[in-house]
């Protein structure tokens, strides 16, 4: 069981917009803007898609943008793309059980 | 660009110790940013192993810090893994990676290498 949850599956058609979102508690992400996502294609590695719950690293679509309200934090993609088919993963730091860094169980996207 | 490579056995036998070694490659080890190891069941979800800076300084998974050693090699510009007593549960796509901050102080994976699959049977 993964410390943070997420939405199993989501679905979307192209040029429509989705949410993921990624629910914690206050000791991860409720207490710090420490979220970050990750892009996941089959037999790929993760892909850093979004990093302090807002910023986007270079090179990554604006299509993709990060939020956060209370101990869930959001991932949202809009003008859907067949290409954005993937898995995506959650993550913060978390003062539970000590210092760690805690991951969602992902999400699967899927584009009609 | 930075690149990273995980190498080792791809076949651990239950009780024995899991051992990995990832090489770094057009990016120096030293150069201020923490090196982790991530790990991923067959269709499952990621889990942090741990992480380590290169002086040495470590941070593990506290599920896992009894069973598990991260050493940094600056002169081969490589660090490892070792995970000792496996299990089937330990049997995941095991990936190392960079982050430039620490994961206390909001650490992002950046950079990944490609994965290698360990399983442990007998």
């Known amino acids: 069981q993964s410390a943070l949850t997420q939405p199993a599956s989501v679905s979307g058609s192209p040029g429509q917009s989705i949410t993921i979102s990624c629910t914690g508690s206050?000791?991860?992400?409720?207490?710090?803007?420490?979220v970050s996502w990750y892009q996941q294609y089959p037999g790929k590695p993760p892909k850093l898609m979004i990093y302090?719950?807002?910023k986007r690293p270079s090179g990554v679509s604006s299509r993709f943008s990060g939020s956060k309200s209370g101990n869930t934090a959001s991932l949202t993609i809009s003008g859907l793309q067949a290409e954005d088919e993937a898995d995506y993963h959650c993550?913060?730091?978390?003062?539970?059980?000590?210092?760690?860094?805690?991951f969602g169980g992902g999400t699967k996207l899927t584009v009609l | 660009q930075v690149q990273l490579q995980e190498s080792g056995p791809r076949l651990v036998k239950p009780s024995e110790t899991l051992s990995l070694i990832c090489g770094v490659s057009?990016?120096?080890?030293?150069?201020?940013?923490?090196w982790g190891w991530i790990r991923q069941p067959p269709g499952k979800g990621l889990e942090w192993i741990g992480s380590?800076?290169?002086?040495?300084?470590?941070y593990y998974n506290p599920s896992l810090e009894s069973r598990v050693t991260i050493l940094v090699d600056t002169s081969k510009n490589r660090f490892s893994l070792r995970l000792t007593s496996v299990t089937a549960a330990d049997t995941a796509l095991y990936y190392c990676?960079?982050?430039?901050?620490?994961?206390?102080?909001?650490?992002?994976?950046?950079?990944w290498g490609r994965g290698t699959l360990v399983t442990v049977s007998s």
């Open positions: 302090e719950v807002t």
């Open positions: 990676a960079r982050h430039p901050i620490p994961h206390y102080y909001g650490g992002y994976l950046d950079h």
């Open positions: 993550s913060s730091y978390t003062i539970s059980s000590s210092s760690n860094w805690v």
């Open positions: 206050t000791r991860d992400i409720g207490g710090y803007d420490y």
């Open positions: 380590i800076f290169h002086s040495g300084s470590t």
């Open positions: 057009g990016y120096s080890i030293d150069a201020g940013d923490y």
